[in-house]
């Protein structure tokens, strides 16, 4: 049966809140235990500032929250400046499933003249119900 009430039903996730980013680093890891099925998870990125700059991001899980490792086929195509107004909007899906407990974005930085995208990744999914 589908529900009629999906919104109630779908949980966000924010792996990298709207920011301004200036630097390469690793996101907070979050706990995925109460999800079940597979995430969608969407990248905004607008380049703003440098000489040929690129932003990767990439999708990392742990069991511990400490040791990460790459889940495969969970990287965005790189963001490069394109010459274009419009931002970058791309989406992958990540079977929880399958990932171990915690997730995180991995966020990488290239380019010169001090490169800046203004980036948003968040996913959304749906809560197990426990009983």
Do not use: H
């Amino acid at each position: 049966m589908i529900s009629q009430n999906l919104g109630q039903e779908l949980q966000t996730l924010a792996f990298i809140p709207m920011a301004d980013i200036t630097a390469s680093g690793n996101g907070t890891g979050i706990d995925t235990t109460d999800f079940v099925g597979s995430i969608a998870i969407a990248l905004s990125a607008k380049n703003v500032a440098g000489t040929t700059p690129t932003l990767d991001v990439k999708i990392q899980d742990s069991a511990d929250n400490s040791t990460f490792a790459d889940i495969t086929s969970a990287a965005f195509t790189q963001v490069t400046d394109a010459g274009t107004k419009l931002a970058t909007l791309e989406k992958i899906v990540v079977n929880i499933d399958a990932a171990r407990r915690y997730l995180r974005a991995v966020k990488t930085i290239g380019g010169t003249s001090s490169p800046e995208f203004l980036v948003s990744c968040t996913a959304v999914g749906v809560k197990q119900y426990r009983t």
